[in-house]
């Protein structure tokens, strides 16, 4: 599915809708340059589950985790991989474990290390400029 948000609102509005898709143990790779809306959309996620704090960017903790007030859901796992360089960084994180809680869904910035670890398949979301607009696109 394609979608063109043309502002940080629409983007969230985007997620909100994407929410409604979501099973305790999802893990959803988020594809795109800096910039592109990656923590925008957690923002509308994360929103759109029952979460009324903040949601930063975990460029530099790593690992965020939000408690969200959903029937099923009962957190947000948002995890930014920029930084990472090699697999042997990635291991002393524990991600495996961290992401297969049952109670949870996971949202992974820059997941290309990470994708071979994994046990299931991954959502994937793919975030492009268009113009002055974003571009979002599930597969």
Known sequence: MNFTSTSPDQT???????????NVGDVVFLEGELGSGKTTFVQGVAKSLGYDGPV???????????????????????VDLYRIKDESELRTLALEELIQDPNSVTFIEWPNLMEPLLKTKPKRIIFEEADSNRKITYQ
Request: glycine share 0%; hydrophobic share 45%; net charge positive.
């Open 56 to 78: 930063r960017s975990p460029t530099f903790t790593i690992v965020n985790i939000y408690p969200v007030a959903h029937e099923t859901i009962k957190k947000i796992i948002h």
């Open 12 to 22: 969230k509005q985007i997620a909100a809708d994407f929410a409604k898709t979501l």
